[in-house]
């Protein structure tokens, strides 16, 4: 594979760094949201909603930027870009108004702004597929540095306290309740001038890298008698020329013409091309328009081959699971050792550095271990680390006041800490590799389109943060004198389904 060029390294750093950028938006209201929430008038409940209107918003937006992204990548990041800045500015303001509406909407706005389904996609069509682990790593450390310098950054600016007038926009306050607003939207600001001066539209070379390795994988003759899982890769694999519109049984004909959409067999039907009907006799028209999205939901779950499932469901789980350690912290810490803002966001920062050069280290050893390898070892960590922040003296006894301190099997802080650290760097390293190998395995097919590979890891994801969210809550309002077990209890036999999962399907779980 070629070297990539100066420009194109650039473009994809942006891509990056777009991605740690939105990471570090989500998670930087974190520790003052209850505190802005009570300053706007409302209860310590809103404070849920000001962080989880985020990721919601992003579940719509993701379907607009992969139909835009089918195109273009530059003007949908821009467009991206100015909604963080708007949507951050509103958020800040609505302290000026008291208004938590505006608050809302503000966070609202940002999650319309987020890029991550376009940066997923980004690096599934522009990498080769022997640096797309070690980029996907880089994606995975982008996402675990925001998520912990964000509370990091907010404990700092909690130090503010400045109040001037500005010409138009009237009075700024700048406090620990402003700061991450007014901040964000700096930072988006000098993202989208760099972006606009230095980002250069890709080739797809990634992308019909794998068109290519498709073909050549069926075109391959037979040297020996074929498994029933090779046998089941070739209707897999043949299935991908299938135009979901068209009744007769799909063709293995011989290829014999190159289109702008892939290569093409004499009845006109592309590798990787979306589906659609290219002329009257090839399959009858729905009224003389386009294949809906109904249409388009139903060729992807026909699409969904077992390893592309598994790759989804990891996708899901590994957020549900970190996101109810990461975004409980605050409330776990508070009630069993009396920690401060100050100490979470601490332990949060260290933490995500630390998943720096562990993603460094994957993404070097990837060339040298296949990713299922690294997907066993990583879970294996993580569950680890999760074991550990289950408390079974809780179990036996219910005493409040020291939480059976004094116990050789009670979670004190010091192994809080060392369960916190396993299951971050270990679930958050885990995120570039599952990503590698869900774009490999990943048909061409849903490569391309509409609801393609990023958009539906995007979704997938996200949706697992929301749950996670809401499952913080319920358990919350259960008992928060076992709101340790409650939460990392099924979340330990989340990861260990997981473990047994990658196990299980060991043998396709490759490219």
């Known amino acids: 594979n070629e070297r990539p060029t100066f420009k194109q390294s650039v473009s994809l750093s942006l891509n990056i760094l777009a991605c740690f950028l939105y990471m570090m938006n989500y998670y930087i ?3 003052s949201s209850t505190r802005y929430a009570n300053a706007l008038g409302q209860g310590d409940a809103m404070s849920g ?27 949908p990041l821009l467009t991206s870009g100015i909604l963080l800045v708007l949507g951050n500015l509103l958020y800040a303001t609505a302290y000026q108004y008291n208004s938590i509406e505006m608050a809302l909407c503000g966070r609202f706005m940002t999650g319309l702004g987020g890029p991550r389904s376009m940066n997923r996609r980004y690096i599934a069509d522009t990498t080769p597929l022997a640096r797309r682990t070690a980029v996907n790593a880089a994606f995975g450390t982008a996402t675990a540095l925001g998520a912990a310098l964000g509370p990091g950054t907010a404990i700092l600016l909690d130090r503010l306290d400045l109040q001037f007038n500005l010409p138009v926009y009237g009075t700024v306050y700048l406090n620990g309740l402003t700061g991450p607003g007014y901040l964000m939207a700096l930072l988006w600001m000098i993202y989208v001038i760099t972006l606009s001066l230095a980002f250069q539209e890709p080739e797809r070379a990634g992308l019909e890298e794998q068109r290519q390795k498709e073909i050549s994988d069926e075109s391959t003759p037979a040297i020996s008698p074929r498994s029933e899982y090779e046998m089941a890769n070739i209707d897999s694999s ?6 979901p519109r068209e009744p007769a049984t799909p063709k293995l004909d011989k290829f014999d013409c190159v289109s702008e959409q892939g290569l093409c067999d004499s009845e006109g039907l592309c590798i990787g091309s979306e589906p659609h009907v290219s002329s009257d006799d090839d399959a009858p028209k729905d009224d003389g328009q386009d294949a809906s999205m109904w249409s388009q939901a139903m060729f992807v779950l026909n699409h969904l081959t ?3 499932r598994i790759c989804l469901f990891l996708l899901f789980s590994k957020m549900f699971t970190v996101e109810s350690v990461i975004s409980a912290a605050s409330m776990v810490t508070k009630n069993r050792y009396g920690w401060a803002v100050q100490q979470v966001g601490t332990l949060g920062t260290i933490v995500g550095c630390l998943t720096i050069p562990i993603s460094i280290f994957i993404g070097w050893i990837s060339q040298y271990r296949e990713d299922r390898v690294l997907m066993i070892w990583l879970m294996s960590f993580a569950a680890l680390g999760m074991g550990l922040l289950v408390d079974v003296t809780d179990f036996v006894s219910t005493e409040t006041d020291t939480f059976n301190e004094g116990s050789a099997l009670a979670v004190g802080p010091r192994r809080y800490i060392a369960g916190y650290l396993l299951v971050f760097c270990s679930v958050q390293a885990f995120d570039g590799v599952v990503g590698s190998v869900l774009s490999k395995v990943i048909p061409t097919a849903l490569a391309t389109g509409t609801l393609n590979s990023g958009l ?11 749950c996670g969210d809401v499952f913080i809550t319920s358990v919350g309002y259960i008992d928060l004198r076992q709101i340790m077990n409650l939460l990392f209890v099924p979340s330990f036999f989340i990861l260990i389904s997981d473990l047994a999962l990658i196990g299980w399907n060991y043998d396709i779980l490759t490219a």
Do not use: D, H, K, Q
């Not at 043949?238 to 135009?243: D, E, G, L, M, Y």
């Not at 539906?456 to 929301?466: E, I, M, Q, S, W």
């Open 49 to 75: 909603l000001i962080i989880g209107a985020m990721p919601w918003a992003a579940l719509f937006s993701a379907i607009i930027y992969s139909i835009w992204s089918n195109r273009c990548y530059r003007s």
């Open 238 to 243: 043949s299935a991908i020329r299938w135009n």
């Open 456 to 466: 539906l890891a995007t979704v997938v994801g996200t949706f697992g943060r929301a």
């Open 29 to 31: 209201v974190e520790p």
């Open 306 to 308: 077992l390893p592309v």
